[in-house]
């Protein structure tokens, strides 16, 4: 192939976890790049675009996977797109750290026949370690470039690129494999010549691979060669084969291969205590471990919420004047539509924005800098008491930030049970937006132990957590929460631009739930609140959440269901509203008493209806009722499941009732029902 | 190298209880049983096929030799392999089998 028919190359980037694959895409790709996910499968699936010479290349980062076992879901993603989408080039990222670990997904690699071109990673680390390593040798011995990569400073991304086009323009292509031995080797020419016999079968899927699947029990390789030719003869022989004899045969062969190449290049150094070590000592201590861990956390929920409230006044501010301005200027109904409805209930999403940011940072923070593994292994033994795992514990802590992140966050979560489970029980973490509810009523009914009741209730959410977490594994979720087994990743300082990069994407993808799903919302609250049935008996505009109001007759129709509560329709209403948002349910009850955000407190004061109890009971409610309209649709995504997400949302809410009821019984019962 | 014993007949998870005192030198225990900071070489990984070739496939694999690094009494441990480390729980490190030097 001569340079101008290069075209377009496709580049698929492999390798194991933690290994800065994430670092070397976004040196390929820079802004050009696309999130989006893997079809039927909430892996996250990130595509970039990069010209390079002749060449247009379309990059795909494929998930961090230490083998291409059919166990987890990554690794399924990532055989199936080697073998049906067949990427021109296949970019291992491997560690300099742990070459014997890297390779052998290298030999699985090569054994799907992709044409493998490795980019080699942490070799300043590797040589502070005292490691050496002969690159070109390494290169030359596994017939594959290896190209010493250093994506943080941009440097040999050239050259990386270089060798991918190089290779991808090569005609012929030598099939590199492991040799297992006598036996085993007969055995596995034996199924691929059963294999080749289905013609059509044999040319989707790379022969000695899937011989090799076959013999290992595979069970995903296995349904594949349903209804072909050979497959009688084929479960034939798998019914003669010990699977896990024959899987640790082949490991043992895969490594010793890998050892025959490493002792030729590869020298070990003496072993030195790093700083990384001497982190861990500290950090990992079964002594210090647990009060450093809550002391690091209280300081990024100090740093989250003190340093973004000027920032949130000023965005408020912003908002109630635009809001103000519109709603004055422009005429007639759709001023109000775009005033009160759009820039007011839009606005009041925005205004979590920098919490959000900041919460995100401080993640980001964490986990750039290797301590959110440690945090998910200093938790996982109150964690697995519980029925949920280590890594549960991250999504249930950005909980109290917001539930959406953390909803997406519980995709580190390997195990589908683990992770339905914490998708289930995290929303019972208080977020941000139940915090100015709690403090409107606290504050109005319960004075001086306004603190204590707010605290209360953000205990109750983690009981309720906690409590229903054992129960769907006790019932929907059987079975004992997924292996802990997790690389620790070494300490090292946060690069500034991936931090800001991992906190700008989050945060940008907060703002678009704002621009879509919430606007849609406001606008139906909106309308249903400002028209109903006039007092003429005509449909029309109405007072804003009056009487008149489709959402009166709405809040009246829900009133029974509210009734053992002591809430009346007002307070349904501004419940039903609060499904766009949860701080809404303050908002509404201000327009519903007339009173403004500000009037509040006295015009609740003065009601009747109202008194500590129930105030009590709503806080209650509000904290455990259905998730807001965006935690409903991030639960929806995740689970991929409508089914999931109408249990989830009927499971909070009876809980939530039950709770508020007894809320309000018991504060009648010690006398502040009155 | 200290080959797999292929013909053992404990099932995955039978392995042998967390005894009170560690286990003295030359003998075969489980890594629940070496203290922190001691080495010692995997002989065996009787985790059942997934967790066997998960392990295998993270470098933690017969022949290896094991540091202890830091344990929260019953709960997780870090140990160190080849100089990565990793964390795993007490439960899993029951199920491999080393033999102190």
Known sequence: MSTDEIGKIKVALAGNPNVGKSVIFNAITGAHQHVGNWPGVTVEKKVGKRRHGEANLEVVDLPGTYSLTAYSLDEVVTRDYIINEKPDVVVQVVDATNLERNLYLTTQLMELGARVVIALTMCDIAEERGDSIDVKKLSHLIETPVVETRAYEGKNVGTLLDEVVREATRKEHHHHTVGYGKELEEKITTVERLLEKDVPLAEKMPLRWSAVKLLEGDEEVTKRIAGSTGEKEILKIQDETPFELIEAEIADKRYEAIDAVLSQCHRRGERKLTMSDMMDRVFTNKWLGIPLFLALIWAAFQITFTAGAPLMELIDMGVGALAGLVTENVPGWFGFLLGDGIIGGVGAVVIFLPNILLLFLMLALLEESGYMARAAFIMDKLMYSLGLHGKSFIPLLMGFGCSVPAVMATRTIDDKKDRFITILVTPFASCGARLPVYIILAGTFFGRNAGNIIFGLYALGVIVAVLSAKLFRSTLFRGSPAPFVMEMPPYRAPKPRAVFRSTWNNGRMYLKKAGTIILAGVVVVWILASFGITPGGEFGMVDYGGEESLTAHIGKFMEPLFKPLGFDWKIAVALIFGFVAKEIVIGSLGVLYGAGEEGLSAALASDPAFNPAVALGLMVFVLLYMPCMAVVATIKKETGSWGWTAFSIAYSTGIAWLLAFAAVKIGILIGIGG | ?101
Do not use: H
């Open chain 2, 1 to 101: 190298m200290p080959r797999r014993n292929r013909r053992c007949r404990c099932s995955p998870g039978a392995c042998p209880p967390p005894q009170s005192g560690f286990a003295s030198k030359d003998e075969v225990t489980t890594l629940c049983d070496i203290p922190e900071g001691e080495d010692a070489v995997i002989v065996e990984i009787m985790a059942g096929r997934r967790l066997n070739a998960r392990l295998s496939s993270m470098g933690i694999r017969p022949g290896k030799k094991v540091v202890k690094k830091t344990g929260f009494w019953r709960g997780p441990m870090t140990i160190e392999i080849d100089g990565t480390i990793y964390a795993l729980r007490w439960g899993e490190a029951g199920k491999i089998i080393v033999k102190r030097k």
